[in-house]
């Protein structure tokens, strides 16, 4: 029987941009990548938040990603903390993006493909909606890559809103520091996972409504290709937070304030957030589904045969 590639997911935009990705002939890693730069042309929240990504392919295994943010401030001289007192500013609560640079880095396991072919639905749908500051940044993503975040552009506005001068952590160095973003999924069973721990940094109630919060406010993309090959990726699609006019861009507020009397997070540390990703590997380490699950109305999945 004939494979079809397909897409499926929890936003419209992304899963039709992933699926016409697939149908012009393009790979499952192509394809959630597409979707995702799609979502990130079409609403502010998606491009600087968190996200995952599992990719496997026959003969190759089960690859993941993190695309998780980390707590800003690398590089910067360590302030004395915010007081029991003191009101928290919003620019400290902005952590450092990881996202686009780990998307960069699956592609490598991918076919072999220019950067506008997966960014370009992104930079049509910010135009369309009128937002061309929006769409500056995402044509310097897919002339730049991941660099595009340090470029002076992107850089000069990101450092304004959250840097230290508005009591915020964001540097340069958070901007051009990529840690390892690539590892060999985890073994769970028949299933591969993320290999890194949701742990969370507090215990309580309020960071269980945080922990929650992220969960609602995620979307999910998984696909498959004629090959076989399937990929599962989870981000955050955020409403509110600080939001950077030059660029027409919403700025999650995830980084961990520093407070006095408080042990700190250490700048560069990737902050919590849900990976609710896996994929079934059936009998030869053969890929058989690719799954996001902790979503609502219900998780989402596709075969890698049918």
């Known amino acids: 029987m004939r494979r079809v590639a397909v897409a499926v997911g929890t936003d419209p935009t992304a899963r039709e941009a992933a699926q016409a990705y697939l149908v012009a002939g393009g790979d499952a890693v192509g394809a959630v990548v597409s979707g995702f730069f799609a979502a990130a042309g079409a609403s502010p929240g998606v491009l600087f938040g968190p996200l995952g990504l599992l990719i496997a392919q026959v003969g190759v295994g089960v690859r993941a990603f993190d695309g998780r943010q980390r707590q800003p401030g690398i590089g910067l001289r360590r302030g004395r903390g915010f007081g029991p007192d003191e009101s928290i500013p919003t620019a400290a609560r902005v952590a450092a ?11 490598r396991y991918g076919r072999s493909v220019a950067l506008p072919k997966v960014v370009s639905s992104g930079v049509m749908l910010a135009k369309k909606a009128g937002c061309p500051l929006r769409a500056e940044v995402l044509d310097q993503v897919q002339r730049l890559g991941a660099a595009a975040l340090a470029a002076p552009g992107i850089a000069r506005a990101l450092i304004h809103v959250a840097g230290p001068s508005e009591g915020g952590s964001l540097g340069m160095s958070d ?50 290709d004629v090959s076989g090959g399937v990929a599962a990726l989870c981000y955050d699609q955020v409403h509110t937070g600080l939001l950077v006019e030059e660029l027409e ?58």
């Open 97 to 107: 993006p990881t996202g686009i640079a780990a998307l960069f880095v699956a592609l």
């Open 175 to 224: 901007l051009e520091s990529i840690p390892e973003l690539d590892h060999p999924a985890r073994a769970l069973g028949g299933q591969r996972v993320v290999p890194w721990l949701d742990e969370r940094l507090a215990t309580g109630q309020a960071e269980a409504d945080w922990w929650q919060a992220q969960a609602e406010r995620q979307q999910g993309l998984c696909a498959r």
């Open 249 to 306: 861009l919403i700025l999650p507020l995830n980084a961990v304030p520093a407070r006095r009397g408080v042990t700190r997070i250490v700048p560069g540390r990737f902050l919590p957030s849900p990976v609710p990703l896996s994929i079934d590997i059936a009998d030869g380490d053969i890929p058989s589904a690719a799954s996001v699950g902790l979503l609502s109305p219900a998780p989402i999945s596709v075969r890698a045969s049918g």
